[in-house]
């Protein structure tokens, strides 16, 4: 028998874990400022519950060997089980963020970060709420995450879904192949023009005029000025006399106000080349990706996006509203992306990850003390101070200063006999070196006060 991972998957080790741990802090304290409640919901669901959500993406499902029961797929991302649970629950309004993972039959890639299995990080704003301020509160999450993290310079894309539908009419598309040229333009940040062209007149049918129209639009996005951006699609000669796109245009002039309220105008650019390929977006969308400067290690592609998906949580029953309707805006951060940068960036700056939590080691100088540092260790463990020693009855003095050392511990307790009929402990701080002898009857103050000062 081969041990190895299955194709698309990996193990982590402590260093990596730690990386991850850090990421996931970052990420769920923004989601609870922003008064987030979270779920959780199965890794797998009916088949029938994924089916028909996510166009051409469909293929990459993970289908579960019937059991003689319920037909079963692995789920794809967190946003349609998050549909399905509000339907299901009759919920109509919900902050809400899930961290879990998905599974795709993608072709993977590590060094882009590209898994079949994988984590997502998502945040979601259900319930009617006035235009547009729910979506730019996802757009600003989205930064601010991006910006904690510090992994780089980073460009947000917004788009529309119905500018896109109003610019595929005006061009010329038959309605039935809205969604499937969705998903060709999607392609665009990754795939040439020539080759999107291709894929358009060649596979799907569509009249090479059309496409070449389509073409005129899909190079245009803000540079800098969204509201003159808004103004030239609003004066265009063919999406002028769309009513649905100017009515998107409208939406994406309070939106794109709103963000230079939130003052993150500069991360953001109306694109008209992001189409976002899922199939239940059906008004704003948007897309994070990082700006690298050649570094391989970088070129991970998009490493967030979302949407407003108003009519998904319906399509599962329609009874659940008034209007038959739940809107919803979410945004879902891609954290093995994330984490393939961060860990290339640290292998390049050589930096130390703390691999354990332990504020304070109890170390013994003397043989036979075992029992002292298992006492001096309880007492520890009941103030609520992270704490290690050593499983030997005997260690070396050298070797417990050297593991304290190799994990990055602040703070050695040591024990001698001298100390113990003293009713003394001496407090050796790893990175100075210094010590101190502290009274038992205030040794647990101390430690609370030096760890204070060392965070």
């Not at 797929?73 to 998050?82: A, E, G, K, Q």
């Not at 610019?167 to 999107?196: H, Y």
């Not at 009874?319 to 945004?331: D, E, L, Q």
Request: with cysteine; hydrophobic share 35%; net charge neutral.
């Amino acid at each position: 028998m081969v041990l190895k991972n299955p194709k698309g998957t990996r193990d982590f080790d402590q260093k990596q874990m730690a990386i991850r741990e850090k990421v996931f802090r970052t990420i769920i304290d923004c989601f609870e400022m922003h008064g987030a409640e979270t779920i959780d919901t199965p890794v797998f669901e009916l088949k029938e519950t994924l089916t028909n959500k996510y166009g051409e993406d469909s293929k990459l499902i993970y289908d579960l060997a019937d059991q003689g029961g319920e037909i079963l797929s692995l789920r794809y991302d967190l946003t349609v089980p998050f549909a399905r649970y509000l339907a299901m629950n009759k919920i109509s309004n919900i902050k809400r963020y899930h961290i879990g993972k998905v599974y795709r039959r993608d072709q993977p890639s590590t060094a882009r970060g590209r898994f079949r299995e994988f984590f997502q990080c998502d945040f979601d704003i259900a319930g009617q709420y006035d235009c547009m301020l729910s979506d730019a509160e996802c757009l600003l999450i989205l930064v601010q995450i991006l910006q904690k993290l510090d992994i780089g310079k980073f460009s947000v894309k917004v788009n529309h879904r119905q500018v896109l539908d109003a610019m595929m009419e005006v061009c010329g598309v038959e309605k039935d192949k809205f969604r499937t040229i969705c998903s060709s333009i999607d392609k665009l940040d990754k795939t040439p023009w020539d080759e999107v062209r291709a894929e358009m007149v060649g596979q799907k049918g569509l009249d090479p005029a059309v496409a070449d129209r389509i073409q005129t639009y899909v190079v245009m996005k803000s540079q800098g000025d969204a509201n003159a951006f808004i103004d030239q699609l609003r004066n265009d000669p063919l999406l002028s006399k769309s009513p649905t796109g100017l009515e998107a245009l409208d939406q994406m002039r309070q939106l794109m106000s709103l963000c230079g309220c939130y003052g993150i105008s500069e991360f953001v650019s109306f694109d008209l080349s992001l189409a976002r390929g899922l199939d239940y977006y059906t008004g704003t969308i948007f897309e994070a990706t990082l700006q690298g400067e050649g570094n391989a290690a970088e070129s991970v592609g998009s490493i967030a996006g979302g949407g407003r998906y108003d009519d998904l949580v319906g399509s599962f029953d329609p009874k659940v509203s008034r209007s038959g309707k739940i809107p919803c805006v979410g945004v879902s951060v891609g954290i093995e992306r994330i984490f393939a940068v961060m860990e290339a960036k640290l292998l390049k700056e050589k930096e130390k990850v703390r691999t354990t939590k332990t504020q304070v080691y109890v170390a013994s100088a003397q043989k036979n003390l075992m029992e002292e540092r298992a006492k001096l260790c309880r007492d520890l463990y009941l103030a609520g101070i992270k704490t290690e020693q050593s499983f030997k009855m005997n260690p070396k003095m050298l070797d417990q200063l050297q593991y304290c050392e190799s994990y990055g511990i602040p703070f050695a307790l040591v024990l001698g006999e001298s100390e113990i009929q003293n009713k003394v402990v001496k407090l050796r701080d790893i990175t100075t070196r210094a010590e101190e002898l502290i009274p038992r009857d205030s040794l647990i103050e101390t430690i609370r006060r030096k760890l204070q000062e060392t965070q």
